[in-house]
């Protein structure tokens, strides 16, 4: 019913930028939260930033806090992680993901595939 589709990773050297993209489709996307997670080779899949349903508020990770912005456009259903002086340790598949509740409930209903961030050193 809900579909996300993440775009946008790659290659990057240490301190670098990159900007992931996600495309939702469905009904009531737009009244989403949306959230993206990461998982690196080994670890827990952890939570990076998060968006209400209005863009109004946003929540941020400590490790990324300063560095990685998260922004939605409603209209075309995209939502953004704009993220810059990366560093190696955010190398990770990175996943793009919607709740229905509050986004630090992590709660979250719907996944997309992944995109890999490698950030080299």
């Known amino acids: 019913q809900v579909q996300l589709v993440e775009s946008g990773g790659g290659l990057v050297q240490a301190g670098g930028s990159l900007r992931l993209s996600c495309a939702a489709s469905?009904?009531?996307?737009?009244?989403?939260?949306m959230g993206w997670f990461r998982q690196a080779p080994g670890k827990r899949r952890d939570f990076v930033a998060a968006?209400?349903?209005?863009?109004?508020?946003?929540y941020y990770a400590n490790s990324v806090k300063g560095r990685f912005t998260i922004s939605r456009d409603n209209a075309k259903n995209t939502v953004t992680l704009q993220m810059n002086s990366l560093k190696p340790e955010d190398t990770a598949v990175y996943y793009c993901?919607?709740?229905?509740?509050?986004?630090?409930?992590?709660?979250?209903?719907?996944w997309g595939q992944g995109t890999q961030v490698t950030v080299s050193s």
């Open positions: 469905g009904r009531t996307v737009s009244s989403h939260a």
């Open positions: 968006i209400d349903w209005s863009g109004d508020n946003t």
């Open positions: 993901a919607a709740t229905r509740t509050h986004p630090t409930l992590y709660d979250y209903d719907y």
